[in-house]
């Protein structure tokens, strides 16, 4: 997947209307970020990565490429 | 099958939360979880009582005399023992040649109770059964923690399986996966740890306080457990009941969260027309979202007679299982 299409597709999943995702946004420092984000960050890695991402994995990330490398950053491309 | 339900009189509304909460929003609690409002009971009211209204409502077109079997879900019992069934047949006036029990179960309780009333019946142990779901887990939760206070209310339903019910209830398909035990829990107030008087308080990473002494709920966690095991056991009902989803009219799960709903509805590829999702005025109320529900769809006619109904609990335990209805 483009990164940029991640960065998009991600910003979707997760109704962030006021933030633009960029691989250095780190999730807890927007505004309103809580637990049901983490369940969407979830439900949007099963889906379009199918793989299953766990509560404590997701409590050790920072910013979005912490995330990206948790998915396998060869899942990415430019 | 007779369903009847109850709700405690008094209200707490997204809006109350809301001036609670000031950092929150009213209308965002809605669109992220689909809940509104939910009945919470006041503090001198319990799980016993809503159980025991929810029965006079079911008793009111059943001759009590026949009731023989008295199963009740609770996970908020009046007292440790005796068990809240036996004072429920008392405070309903109930023969004393029946039996009574509580089970402890959370999401999956109204679907266990199900199998539990049906293997009496088919036993010949008993002919009609009373079966309650009654929660309370505004009692378990801490006035702090938003997140949880959003999602739960209090409520009780009660069903009455008789003999000519069971063979409209299909095969079932149960599982249980206690390794889930620390993910939705409430740790003291047992015999492991006793309830202690003060107790050390946290706030979690999304701004609610917790402490043992309340309940605790891993959301992120009881999702993963969700979309792993829900689809599983919707394949092996089908599978159990020589079915596939095409002849199946309706679908109701545990009413969890909208977008727990929504999630597993695309996931299983569910259409939305054949799918419940209605939780707004009364929230989670744990084991009796399924029978709440199916009131709601009889009474609407969204479900009529000849329907077949997929209907599958999860939560707590972790224990889940699901069934189909054929709608007499």
New interface residues.
């Given amino acids: 997947m483009k990164k940029n299409d991640f960065y998009d597709e991600l910003q979707e999943a997760l109704e962030f209307e006021e933030v633009k995702l960029t691989e250095k946004t780190e999730f807890r420092k927007i505004d309103g970020y809580d637990s049901l984000h983490v369940m969407m960050i979830i439900a949007f890695v099963d889906s379009r990565f199918g793989k299953r991402l766990t509560a404590k994995q997701l409590f050790n990330i920072t910013d979005v490429r912490s995330l990206m490398e948790l998915i396998g950053l060869d899942n990415f491309e430019e | 099958m007779i369903i009847e339900t109850f709700f405690p009189r008094k209200r707490l509304t997204n809006i109350d939360l809301e001036t609670l909460f000031p950092d929150w929003s009213a209308a965002?609690i809605e669109e992220?979880?689909g809940i509104k409002e939910r009945f919470i009971v006041e503090e001198n009211e319990t799980a016993l009582d809503l159980a025991f209204e929810a029965s006079n409502k079911a008793l009111r077109s059943f001759d009590k005399s026949k009731i023989d079997f008295v199963l009740l879900c609770t996970q908020s019992p009046d007292y440790l023992l005796p068990t809240s069934a036996c004072i429920l047949q008392d405070k309903l006036g109930l023969r004393t040649n029946i039996g009574a029990l509580d089970f402890n179960l959370g999401c999956s309780g109204f679907i266990y109770g199900l199998a539990l009333a049906k293997s009496l019946i088919k036993t010949g142990l008993a002919a009609n059964v009373l079966m309650v779901t009654s929660e309370t887990y505004s009692k378990h939760i801490h006035p702090n923690d938003r997140?949880n206070r959003s999602i739960f209310g209090d409520a009780a339903a009660a069903t009455i399986v008789s003999s000519d019910d069971v063979e409209n209830i299909l095969e079932f398909d149960l599982g249980t996966d206690g390794q889930g035990m620390n993910n939705l829990i409430l740790m003291n107030g047992g015999m492991r740890n006793r309830l202690e008087g003060t107790v050390n308080e946290w706030v979690?990473?999304?701004?609610n306080a917790r402490s043992n002494n309340h309940l605790f709920m891993?959301?992120?966690?009881i999702?993963?457990f969700t979309?792993?095991k829900v689809p599983l056991v919707v394949e092996n009902i089908l599978k159990k009941n020589n079915t596939t989803l095409n002849e199946i009219d309706y679908v109701i799960f545990h009413q969890a969260n909208k977008?727990?709903l929504n999630?597993l509805r695309?996931?299983l590829q569910i259409p939305k027309d054949k799918f419940y999702i209605n939780m707004i005025s009364t929230g989670n109320t744990v084991s009796s979202t399924i029978p709440i529900a199916l009131k709601d769809c009889r009474d609407q006619e969204i479900i009529n007679e000849g329907d077949k109904v997929l209907i599958v609990g999860f939560g707590v335990g972790y224990s889940w299982g699901g069934t189909i209805l054929k709608i007499k």
Avoid: C, H
């Fill in positions: 965002k992220k979880v997140s979690d990473d999304s701004g891993n959301g992120p966690e999702f993963n979309i792993e977008y727990i999630y695309m996931k």
